[in-house]
DNA sequence: TCCTCTATGTGTATTTTACATATAGGTGAG
DNA sequence: CTCACCTATATGTAAAATACACATAGAGGA
């Protein structure tokens, strides 16, 4: 994993979390349980906290992060991670894959837009269309399926 | 897989290529060889083509995709797909799943700005840093076996 | 003939993910 | 005190997904 230099593959997945987590702790040291609170916030509702340690480790192996425990605050001491030299290279790296995917969304809701045009009229007996224009308030109401 | 009913999980990967798959679809009846083609130029450059062809019989199985023998042209017979009914219901799930992307995306490129004025001025020799110590990492991660 | 391109697959080991479970300290309610 | 709940880290493991190798076959050209 963390597919390193050249071979920049295309399929997010675990490459799609790992910038997140190393863009984070280029601000700041967080431990398992922030990171794992942060990521939801930015958007990823479904993160396994037991694969978020294993893969925190892996990092560390890897050496793109480092840690060590936190016995300050209060509740159970923490592993406070940190990124190293070497994770902020891969950051970089990660950053251009990320770039593509951008490219690539865009390419997609960009002939999405036609696909709506041909098939949003002929669907309105099925489930109530949403209104999908540039009303951006009204996100909510989209959960059918 | 396809993920049946309303949960529509965040991390991408297969559920990535997947839209577009269904997407392309939507526009024309294609067969294995061609998408294969059509999403390297969408960007995805490292398609398996035996995953791609065992993606399609799953998505054939779950009706979202259905598929006949096309024996005009030259060159071997072609499995030509057709989307169903279904399978635009799910390609307007995907699509809402990956505007979630695209602004994870947009969250990430807008944290990133601030990071890259904090590295890259530092960083300007990365080339050093980058071959430095870490190379038994990545010979094995990724590409090894 | 042999090579290459098109076209569709199978086999399978490795990797990743999902889901369950374990441990342990701290806090507040009753 | 006991219990529930939150924080915090971690392991076990079955299932799913991926990577990589390989098989088959038609058609066209050198």
Redesign the interface.
């Known amino acids: 994993?963390?597919?390193?230099?050249s071979?920049q593959?295309?399929?997010?997945?675990k490459n799609?979390?790992l910038?997140?987590i190393l863009?984070l702790l280029?601000?700041v040291s967080l431990h398992g349980y922030e990171l794992s609170q942060k990521l939801q916030a930015?958007?990823?509702?479904?993160i396994d906290q037991g694969n978020l340690y294993r893969l925190l480790r892996k990092l560390e192996a890897?050496?793109l992060v480092s840690s060590e425990w936190d016995t300050s605050g209060n509740g159970p001491a923490k592993r406070k991670y940190s990124i190293t030299?070497?994770g902020?290279?891969y950051?970089?790296g990660y950053?251009n894959q990320?770039?593509?995917?951008?490219?690539?969304?865009d390419?997609?809701?960009s002939?999405?837009s036609?696909?709506l045009e041909?098939?949003i009229p002929s669907?309105s007996s099925?489930d109530s269309i949403e209104k999908k224009s540039n009303d951006k308030r009204r996100k909510d109401d989209?959960?059918e399926?």
Chains 1, 2 share one sequence.
């Open positions: 994993m963390v597919n390193n230099d071979n593959s295309v399929n997010p997945s799609f979390v910038p997140f863009l280029s601000r930015f958007g990823f509702k479904s890897d050496e030299k070497a902020i290279t950051l970089r950053a990320l770039e593509t995917y951008q490219s690539m969304l390419q997609f809701f002939m999405y036609s696909f041909l098939y669907f099925r989209g959960k399926k």
